[in-house]
């Protein structure tokens, strides 16, 4: 329930930004620099003359929107890997899997600093590309392993005896088995690209021309906010970022509650072992 609060108060920031602030453009130099916290600037102003704040509200947007985009993306590239993998077996299997494995054993923050290097950075559609490309092979491995569970079932033998299509059974009797799981793994990949698409902008391979809560950490420690007392600069991006990570996770927790049914019956059993207790 905290994690859905916390990812519903960030989608109406991101929706309607205009009301949680009075400043149009958030990028217009039209204030005093370096003002500190006050009941007009509520987190002060940057050393060019920007409300904190208000790029703090405006930064919601372009943030949520790569999470979510690229956490649907990856997850999609999960399903059609991981899933025709298990499905088909023999050498198609191999081959995926194989292709999943050299991405789970290559060491993610370096590649995508790589691939969006190579990739020219800096642009919303680089970093999504990027971020699907390097978020969809651990989605892929786990999606994989419970398709291969579910595959000798008998409601699948009963799909192939009918005479249905490969591509009919696994859209239609298969992936449906495998929703909380697939909901699961969206929320750890939009949780993954959170924190990456941060990181990228954080060390300027993104478009610093606009505002997220990565590119305000880069112009905060390129200015030297902490230095220059304007520490909530860094503090305030840095903590949404930790926020909004923290209700993917969070969210994500509850799912693998659903889709794991083992991890289920422990907090119901405690109840019951206690009013067994106190009847007795």
């Known amino acids: 329930m905290v994690g859905l609060v916390i990812f519903l108060i960030f989608c109406v920031i991101a929706i309607r930004p205009q009301l949680f602030t009075s400043v149009k453009d958030p990028t217009a130099l039209d204030f005093m620099p370096g003002l500190g916290p006050s009941g007009d600037h509520w987190l002060g102003t940057t050393r060019l003359g920007q409300d904190i704040y208000a790029q703090l509200i405006y930064g919601t947007r372009e943030s949520l929107l790569i999470a979510v985009i690229a956490g649907f993306f990856a997850t999609v590239l999960s399903v059609l890997i991981g899933v025709s993998a298990a499905y088909l077996g023999g050498f198609a299997d191999e081959v995926l899997l194989f292709f999943t494995n050299v991405f789970l054993v290559v060491p ?21 590309l990027v971020l699907v490309a390097t978020g969809w092979s651990y989605g892929a491995n786990q999606l994989r392993a419970q398709a291969l569970s579910l595959r000798n079932r008998d409601f699948l033998e009963s799909a192939r005896v009918r005479g249905e299509r490969s591509l009919y059974i696994i859209v239609f009797e298969l992936l449906p088995t495998m929703t909380s799981l697939i909901v699961a793994n969206f929320l750890g990949a939009a949780l993954y690209s959170v924190l990456a698409a941060a990181g990228l902008q954080f060390l300027g391979l993104g478009d610093q021309t606009k505002v997220s ?7 905060a420690q390129s200015q030297g906010a902490l230095q220059n007392g304007s520490p909530l600069w860094s503090i305030m991006p840095g903590l949404c ?40």
Not at 213 to 219: E, F, K, P, S
């Open 108 to 128: 993610t923050f370096p590649l995508i600093i790589i691939l969006s290097k190579y990739a020219g950075g800096g642009s919303f559609f680089v970093i999504l």
């Open 241 to 280: 970022v930790a926020l909004l990570g923290t209700s993917f996770a969070l969210l994500n927790y509850a799912f693998d509650e659903i889709s794991n049914p083992a991890l289920r019956p422990v907090r119901k059993l405690k109840v019951r072992s206690n009013g067994a207790r106190a009847h007795s």
């Open 213 to 219: 809560w990565g590119t305000m950490l880069y112009w």
